[in-house]
């Protein structure tokens, strides 16, 4: 089975704060991870989805980072706005085709 | 821009009723997913469909659940008989391929009384 950790829970920023969160896994046999965003009461936009055999992914403002080996990703948000308000989920594989979820860092950006 | 669409929007049901909640992924993708999301916690995987059956299933995907992909363009979720901790939402997801980026629809509130 495939732990999902994401850290921090929280976050509150004031707007134009560069920031990372973070999220780990136990099995590294992954073939991706995607990171998604998820607004109160609403459903899962992608954000990036980064393949095991990259380090990194760009999306505007948004950097994702994958190292295998330590079960590792980070999600950087570059001067981060009130717009990026929301919660931030990171998602692995494991064996074919199922996915695990982590819980979730929920950031506020204060204007 | 192509999207997953889902339907009913919100769903309430009395307890041991069969519900039913549908799907159309985008229509070039070959892989489809249902999860659920229990008020304040964790996506939780449900079940993965490719080539017209289930690829991956969860423990929480037990005999009272069922997918279908009945003709070429939906795919819905059966919950035989409904208990109230089937209470969540229920998030349908594809994917063109199983390394590609899923896409979410926007969820089915089910509450179970």
């Known amino acids: 089975k495939q732990e999902v950790t994401q850290i921090p829970a929280a976050l509150s920023v004031p707007e134009g704060e560069n920031l990372v969160l973070n999220c780990s896994f136990t099995?590294?046999?992954?073939?991706?991870l995607q990171w998604f965003r998820q607004d109160p009461g609403k459903g899962l936009t992608s954000l990036l989805l980064?393949?095991?055999?990259?380090r990194e992914q760009t999306s505007g403002r948004l950097n994702a980072s994958l190292d295998k080996s330590s079960g590792r990703s980070t999600l950087y948000i570059a001067a981060s706005q009130p717009g990026d308000s929301a919660t931030y989920l990171c998602?692995?594989?494991?064996?074919?085709?199922?996915?695990?979820f982590g819980s979730g860092t929920k950031l506020n950006v204060k204007p | 821009e192509p999207e997953v669409t889902q339907t009913p929007s919100h769903q309430v049901t009395q307890m041991g009723q069969e519900v039913i909640l549908r799907c159309v992924p985008i229509?070039?993708?070959?892989?489809f997913y249902w999860y659920r999301q229990i008020l304040g916690q964790k996506v939780e995987f449900l079940v993965s469909?490719?080539?017209?059956?289930?690829?991956?299933k969860s423990e929480i995907f037990d005999d009272q659940f069922s997918v279908e992909r009945p003709d070429g363009s939906n795919f819905t979720l059966k919950i035989r008989s409904t208990k109230l901790e089937d209470s969540a939402m229920y998030f349908c997801?594809?994917?063109?391929?199983?390394?590609?980026?899923?896409?979410f629809g926007p969820g089915t509130r089910l509450l179970v009384l």
């Open positions: 997801a594809s994917s063109g391929a199983r390394e590609e980026t899923q896409y």
């Open positions: 099995d590294s046999a992954i073939y991706n």
């Open positions: 980064i393949q095991s055999s990259q």
């Open positions: 998602a692995v594989p494991y064996n074919f085709n199922r996915f695990y």
């Open positions: 229509s070039n993708h070959l892989y």
């Open positions: 469909f490719y080539n017209n059956e289930i690829s991956e």
